[in-house]
């Protein structure tokens, strides 16, 4: 099974970018579904952006659409989400989940069900203030 750690959270000011890493070990991530998750204090936690395996599908939070991106490096069995003209709003934890996926079964709206992620990152936190 698949194990993820996140990196690249900190401090950001609004208007600016960054780019957080979920890097997977144990597991190639181009077989798995690989959803970014954000929670902020006293909210529901939401699926930020996700990717469907082999990239065939993927799925982006209209509040983020234009501004985040979700990419994968093959080389380094990793899943980034960079995100740019950061707002207020897009602060919280962030965490990436994944679910391994090589029939390609996972994809359009299904990705946006955190229940169908088996494996969980710690989480990294992100911030958005002047």
């Known amino acids: 099974q698949v194990q993820l750690v996140e990196s690249g959270g900190g401090l950001v000011q609004p208007g600016g970018s960054l780019t957080l890493a979920c890097v997977g070990s144990?597991?190639?991530?181009?077989?798995?579904?690989v959803g970014w998750f954000r929670q902020a204090p006293g909210k529901e936690r939401v699926v930020v952006s996700a990717?469907?395996?082999?990239?065939?599908?993927?799925y982006y939070l209209p509040s983020v659409k234009g501004r985040f991106a979700v990419t994968r490096d093959f080389a380094k069995n990793t899943v980034y989400l960079q995100m740019t003209r950061m707002e207020p709003e897009d602060a919280g934890t962030y965490s990436c989940?994944?679910?391994?996926?090589?029939?390609?079964?996972?994809?359009?709206?299904?990705?946006?069900?955190?229940?169908?992620?088996?494996?969980w990152g710690q989480g990294t936190l992100v911030t958005v203030s002047p």
């Open positions: 990717m469907a395996s082999r990239m065939h599908s993927f």
């Open positions: 989940a994944a679910v391994r996926d090589p029939w390609q079964n996972v994809g359009g709206s299904t990705l946006r069900n955190p229940s169908i992620y088996d494996t």
């Open positions: 144990g597991g190639i991530l181009d077989d798995y579904a």
